[in-house]
């Protein structure tokens, strides 16, 4: 395991926008597969994007195709979640989590149970 730690959540309107970061400092990037998910009251937890093949894909669900962008910086030191165009339904604790990975792997790890390293959760509110 590897020690994560998320922020950057916050509450806005509809239609706002907020950026997620996680850091994790003394690791090789690309030797781990890296994931955003959430989880709102009630509901399990879900995948948002993942980052897998050293960075070469990336897999997005489909509900947030094109207003969401994972991302690393230049460093590859700190994993964000750009997130735009934000709804209601957005609503949830977000997650950033990791995973030893080959290079090379063609499948993205899309399952929460496939990771080992967690975030501690940063809130996400989206008023309407």
């Known amino acids: 395991q590897i020690l994560l730690v998320d922020s950057g959540g916050d509450a806005v309107q509809a239609g706002g926008s907020l950026k997620l970061s996680c850091d994790a400092d003394?690791?090789?990037?690309?030797?781990?597969?890296w994931g955003w998910f959430r989880q709102a009251p009630g509901k399990e937890r879900e995948v948002v994007a993942i980052?897998?093949?050293?960075?070469?894909?990336?897999a997005y669900a489909d509900f947030v195709k094109g207003r969401f962008t994972i991302a690393q910086d230049s460093a590859k030191t700190t994993l964000y979640l750009q997130m735009n165009e934000l709804r209601p339904e957005d609503t949830a604790m977000y997650y950033c989590?990791?995973?030893?990975?080959?290079?090379?792997?063609?499948?993205?790890?899309?399952?929460?149970?496939?990771?080992?390293?967690w975030g501690q959760g940063t809130q996400v509110t989206v008023s309407s």
């Open positions: 980052r897998y093949n050293a960075g070469a894909n990336i």
């Open positions: 989590a990791a995973k030893r990975c080959r290079i090379g792997t063609t499948e993205p790890p899309l399952a929460p149970s496939e990771y080992n390293s």
């Open positions: 003394g690791i090789t990037y690309r030797h781990y597969c």
